[in-house]
């Protein structure tokens, strides 16, 4: 049973991804080599960046699905460097994500991949990104976006990041104002969450367990990259837009973050079971039953925000919330949100961080959770409040170029105390350290993509508390969600290269 809207949607979208999914585009083959060679000075090899660097300068449209630390930005920058050069530095390219501190991460980390390009490659790589809902010109008060099928936008290339937080109205929305010669890059995590809204966009795109390409695909990208894959299918197919990165080079030689992602992505129950009884440098697998797992919990929370409070100015303060937070897959009880933040303010007032029980306070961290465009503050943003210099508290927070504008606390739209916030609030963010806090029963909302999710925003520490047993019930719960999207982008791939 489908509404009409969605199954409009689903058919723009579909419509519009297989015309740019067709063919392969021309290319100065020995010049695209040259430069491959350039951005990649190691070497060919089984590179899945380099390749997918190749695929991006044959193909119209592109998708770049991979796991934390597998260099999807990395690749991107190169991506963008390549079809520059290629194109004489003229193209009009635009860099977006679905949400604000979607689009402020891209931005840092298009910024630290340009410092690893030659200076005149490095040039020609934008670093200004933007919302998708901005980039589209989005009208709250009529709920309308001014760029569409008869006001399109003005791109040669499109990057947009965070892909598998789409939901299929905002990605018909995009196809439709998009003109039909403007390559497209996807880049997301397959197994991370799907968007909060309708479909399951990004997972349909990517659906096929190894989407694999057509013969001529093959023997181009090894052309120009010194390797490719087997050819899977004869003649062309939408397989040959998607690109997944297999190898992860943020967690080598530690692999308790990266093997438990792997474990929960498997559903091996025995393997994670394994996992509790070892020890890794980035890995605390707590049982809430012990009475140490609840001393190390509480130790963990107070190591994590107590620099916070010993912040000299809101730049600092915001720099050490960036680097630690508490996730949860709950809103409410006292597993959720609401009552670990409780429990963190308390915790605080033990030790003598907080006085008093006011709302307001020095070192109070904020998550916004309704956009307010007048003061450029949108759902998942994230603040501290802290005095100005007249001593009066302000609420603060950092805008794409890293300067910090402050709000009066009367003008703040919904928000909430942000200590802890859930693993749906996360996506689109990473923290150094993580502690991921499951409820003590069994609950729906608990599956294999929300776990994943949350396990994946840390990038140097993970404390996951919760009872091996509930961890693994989740585990085998997968979120399903059916529409008409996956069958219309990969029919005919399943009758052509079965």
Not at 13 to 36: F, H, K, Y
Request: net charge positive.
């Amino acid at each position: 049973l489908y509404l009409a809207r969605y199954y409009r949607c689903e058919k723009i979208i579909a419509d519009d991804l297989l015309c740019r999914s067709r063919g392969i585009l021309p290319v100065d083959m020995e010049n695209a080599a040259s430069l491959i060679a350039r951005l990649f000075p190691a070497g060919a090899g089984e590179d899945y960046q380099r390749m997918a660097v190749a695929a991006a300068a044959l193909k119209q449209f592109v998708v770049i699905s991979g796991g934390p630390g597998t260099g999807k930005t990395y690749t991107v920058a190169r991506i963008l460097a390549l079809l520059q050069a290629l194109a004489g530095a003229g193209l009009r390219i635009g860099l977006a994500a679905p949400t604000g501190k979607a689009a402020v991460r891209l931005q840092e980390s298009i910024g630290t991949a340009r410092k690893t390009l030659d200076d005149d490659l490095a040039a020609m790589v934008p670093a200004e990104t933007k919302t998708l809902h901005r980039l589209l010109g989005y009208n709250p008060g009529t709920g309308q976006f001014r760029h569409n099928s008869r006001n399109r936008l003005h791109l040669d290339l499109l990057v947009i990041d965070e892909a598998s937080m789409i939901d299929v109205p905002l990605m018909a929305a995009l196809v439709e104002a998009l003109p039909e010669k403007t390559r497209v890059v996807m880049l997301g995590d397959r197994d991370q969450l799907t968007s909060v809204e309708a479909g399951s966009l990004f997972g349909d795109i990517c659906s096929s367990p190894d989407p694999g390409w057509s013969a001529e695909l093959c023997a181009r990208v090894e052309r120009l990259a010194g390797w490719a894959p087997q050819p899977v299918c004869p003649g062309e197919n939408f397989g040959d837009s998607v690109v997944l990165l297999r190898k992860s080079y943020r967690f080598q030689g530690k692999g308790g973050i990266s093997g438990l992602a792997a474990v929960i992505n498997s559903g091996s129950r025995d393997q994670l079971l394994k996992m509790y009884g070892r020890e890794y440098d980035d890995l605390l697998l707590g049982h809430p039953d012990e009475n140490r797992s609840r001393q190390r919990l509480e130790e963990y929370l107070l190591a994590g925000f107590k620099p916070c409070f010993a912040s000299r100015e809101p730049a600092e303060a915001l720099t050490v919330l960036a680097g630690f937070r508490i996730l949860c897959a709950l809103r409410e009880g006292p597993h959720g949100v609401a009552g670990v933040n409780l429990l963190t303010e308390n915790i605080l007032r033990r030790q003598g961080l907080l006085s008093g029980s006011d709302q307001w306070y020095r070192g109070r961290p904020l998550i916004i959770r309704s956009n307010h465009y007048g003061l450029q503050l949108f759902n998942g943003d994230t603040g501290v409040v802290w005095p100005d210099k007249a001593g009066k508290l302000r609420a603060w927070f950092a805008r794409p170029d890293g300067s910090l504008h402050q709000v009066p606390l009367s003008r703040l739209p919904e928000h909430d105390t942000a200590y802890a916030i859930t693993v749906h609030q996360s996506q689109g963010s990473e923290f150094a350290e993580v502690l991921f806090l499951l409820p003590t029963t069994d609950n729906r909302v608990l599956c294999r993509e929300l776990i994943y999710t949350g396990i994946t925003r840390a990038r140097e520490r993970l404390l996951l508390h919760g009872a091996p047993d509930l961890l693994a019930t989740a585990m085998e719960r997968s979120v399903v969600r059916y529409s008409g999207l996956n069958e219309k982008l990969w029919k005919r791939d399943k009758e052509r290269c079965s």
